[in-house]
């Protein structure tokens, strides 16, 4: 059973640029969450998907970052015109569906992004 | 003031000793506390759960004091492999799901 999948593992990209990074959950996990560790940080929540619906994006900046999980397919974090201040490890994890308890997030390798 | 606070350290100990680290949370309705591992580089990987009794899984023990806000994690006999940033985490909940991470502590092992 693989586990959870990012890609790419790195991203290198010019400010004003688009950079999308894309996680697969690990099989038979519907939740999706993205979470971003700047340098010297800790990681911080951005956004929780299900299918096809955003849950709670109350992390996510409100500008030029969006995320979706569509019905096929990986989840996608989408952050447009890139900035230095960017440059970060971009973390998914996922979980398995229920809400009754605690469900442990798996979390993916991480992309590494840096705008220069 | 900060979600969840620790000591970044690091903490450089001998192989073989024992080692504490603590951590605070602000948000006194949290039910749910972890401490999760996180190497150089890598992803974090849950370590283990934290309960009021008391939580202990072989050299490991956590412990959480409601009254306090406070958390901790004993490691006892310390490897080279120990040598990790371990991060206190507290589970938002409710509807939202989301892990709140503290910024780690620094752990180097030394032979």
């Known amino acids: 059973n693989a586990g959870v999948m990012q890609n790419p593992r790195h991203l290198v990209r010019r400010r004003g640029q688009e950079a999308r990074l894309r996680c697969s959950p690990m099989k038979g996990h519907s939740h999706v969450y993205w979470y971003r560790q700047l340098p010297e940080e800790g990681l911080k929540f951005m956004v929780y998907l299900q299918k096809e619906n955003i849950i709670d994006e109350s992390g996510m900046p409100k500008e030029r970052f969006s995320a979706e999980f569509p019905k096929e397919g990986p989840s996608i974090l989408r952050i447009q015109q890139v900035v230095r201040g960017d440059s970060a490890a971009y973390f998914c994890?996922?979980?398995?569906?229920?809400?009754?308890?605690?469900?442990?997030?798996?979390f993916g390798p991480g992309t590494r992004l840096t705008v220069l | 003031r900060k979600e969840v606070e620790q000591d970044p350290g690091p903490f450089n100990v001998p192989e073989g000793a024992t080692v504490a680290f603590n951590c605070t949370y602000s948000?006194?309705?949290?039910?749910?506390f972890f401490w999760y591992r996180q190497d150089c580089r890598k992803e974090p990987k849950l370590l283990m759960s934290?309960?009021?009794s008391g939580n202990e899984d072989g050299r490991f023990t956590a412990q959480l004091n409601r009254a306090s806000q406070y958390i901790s994690l004993l490691i006892r006999d310390s490897k080279l492999s120990d040598s990790a940033t371990y991060l206190c985490v507290d589970y938002g909940g409710g509807a939202t799901n989301k892990l709140i991470f503290g910024t780690g502590t620094l752990l180097a092992v030394q032979p």
């Open positions: 948000n006194s309705a949290s039910q749910s």
């Open positions: 994890a996922s979980s398995p569906p229920g809400r009754l308890s605690y469900n442990e997030q798996f």
């Open positions: 934290v309960y009021s």
